[in-house]
């Protein structure tokens, strides 16, 4: 009769033992999966286009020989769209080029015309 209380301890004793063990090995695993990538929000792919349009605009400005008085600067996902006009048609491949060279600019569409004399 003593054999039936201490198989009642080794028991609960196994009993604790395979619990602790299947927790450990739960929590294990979900330190090691790796985080799920979230795709990042509206309001942050806002703030990365406005970034990448004043990264742009900036280049340009530094461009010699580029007068960017008239040049807007769109930019989505690293697709840059310049447009407005330039007084020269020599400056419109010179700031299709200085785009090109930013760092994180995928794409650039030219939308640039030449202004007329006097506008």
Known sequence: ?????????????????????????SSDAA?????????????????ANRALQRKVRGTLAKTKGLSVANITVRARDGAVTLAGSVPEASQIELATTAAQGVAGVTSVRNALTIRALGQ
């Open 31 to 47: 330190a090691t999966a790796a985080p799920a990538a979230t795709a990042p929000t509206t309001k942050q792919v806002r703030a």
């Open 1 to 25: 009769m003593k054999a039936f209380p201490a198989i009642k301890v080794i028991g609960g004793a196994l009993i604790v033992l395979a619990s602790l063990n299947a927790y450990a090995q």
